[in-house]
């Protein structure tokens, strides 16, 4: 072991006579071990927010969506579009869909909601959308012989209407049809057929879905779609891809990724978890402080052990890297504590689900932990280097210390 590794550990452990030195070293590794405890965890809960609400919108929904630039009577002869964007690169499947804004009714209660047409066969490579069933089946909306259309409802939509499976409802067309008295509201009954829970609550409060050919009916329209829905084999790569699509589909079309749909909730939630990360840092200055403190009550108190080294021969880079050892010994070990705690801590409360939220304000129903090496890594040297940084001033004291005027009257 160095000589200056050997006589830091030596002054940090403590003496009966020394015992208040070994509690400000103790509170010093326990204000380190705090701070970046409460670093991993803060971090943890915004990749945790990110990961799960990211994951939630990709499953449920598609990665890319080609839409109409300028919005009329949806995009007809889509098959052949659909065709020909599935040889794309990175693209695994597509899907036409069509969306309209409806009003849904049962018997006592009515609420907006987005109805949406798919092709079931195709809606299942897009989105994960339809294994999201809770209630019922999806395959019951490919039955045919029933008196009325199927339909499936998010958990939070059928339960704000009062609807169950085998339920009789009403969609309402505010926009309606064109008759010989005008425009009047066109309506059409579904029997719910079934329920699914995405777990994100805009989703599982506002949307229905329903086959292409019955939305189609709904919405009074032909044989059209609003939107054609691309799952890709890898989604980071939307923005490449959704390039591609719209210089193959024409300068009629637009396209909207996963990303652009959410900017603004993950543009938050970065911002959001910075801000956290420089409020918690600031646990670390204060033991960083701790560290500055107990480093200059040690110079102080072991003058005389700096003299007696120097006259045995001690060099004054010796004597200062003595002082930088026990600052970073103390960093080193409260980091390893707050690493080990902090990771701990976020793995019992994912296990377990400790901290419950609102879905209807925060849209998950408790609050996810995502601990990232990288992330941890981080904050390890971040602590690292201020513990050592905090040492430069005390060691610079204690190298400076005069053996000679202090040794003179022993």
């Known amino acids: 072991m160095r000589f200056e590794v050997y006589v830091a550990q030596r002054y ?230 959704a390039r591609a699509i719209r210089a193959e589909a024409g300068e009629d079309f637009t396209t909207s990724t996963w990303m652009e749909r959410n900017r603004v909730l993950f543009n938050a939630l970065k911002t959001e978890q910075l801000a956290t990360a420089m409020i918690i840092g600031m646990i670390m200055l204060v033991a960083a402080l701790n560290i500055l403190i107990s480093l200059v009550m040690m110079v102080v108190e072991k003058t005389k052990d700096i003299a007696i080294l120097k006259s045995m021969g001690a060099r004054q880079e010796q004597i200062r890297r003595i002082f930088m050892w026990q600052g970073l010994l103390i960093g080193s070990v409260g980091t390893a504590a707050g690493l080990v705690i902090g990771h701990l801590t976020c793995w019992l409360c994912e296990r377990y689900r400790l901290i419950s939220l609102d879905a209807e304000v925060y849209g998950l129903e408790y609050v996810p932990f995502a601990p990232r090496p990288l992330h941890g890594l981080y904050v390890a040297i971040a602590a690292i280097l201020i513990s050592y940084l905090i040492t430069i001033y005390p060691s610079g004291n204690a190298a400076r210390v005069d053996s000679a005027e202090i040794l003179r009257y022993e």
């Open 12 to 241: 940090l452990r403590a003496k009966r006579r020394d015992r208040f030195f070994s509690i400000v070293t103790a509170l010093s590794v326990a204000g380190v071990a705090a701070g970046v405890t409460a670093l991993v965890i803060a971090m943890a809960v915004s990749n945790g927010f990110q990961a799960s609400l990211r994951d939630h919108l990709i499953g449920a929904s598609s990665h890319i969506n080609l839409l109409e630039k300028n919005p009329e009577f949806g995009i007809e002869d889509y098959q052949p579009i659909l065709a020909k964007l599935s040889r794309l690169e990175h693209v695994e499947a597509v899907a036409p869909t069509l969306y309209g804004e409806m009003m849904i009714t049962t018997p006592v209660r009515a609420k907006g909601c987005v109805l949406k047409g798919v092709d079931p066969q195709a809606e299942t490579r897009v989105s994960r959308l339809l294994s999201k069933i809770v209630d019922g089946s999806f395959e019951a909306l490919e039955r045919e012989g029933g008196e009325y259309p199927g339909i499936l409802l998010g958990r939070r939509l059928a339960d704000a209407i009062g609807a169950r499976v085998s339920t009789i409802v009403t969609v309402l067309n505010p926009q309606g049809e064109m008759t010989p008295l005008g425009r009047i509201p066109a309506f059409k009954r579904f029997q719910v057929v079934g329920i699914f829970e995405t777990g994100l609550f805009e989703l599982d409060s506002l949307w229905s879905v329903t086959l292409l050919r019955d939305a189609q009916r709904a919405l009074s329209l032909g044989d059209v779609v609003n939107s054609l829905e691309f799952r890709l084999d890898d989604f980071q790569a939307s923005d490449e891809v």
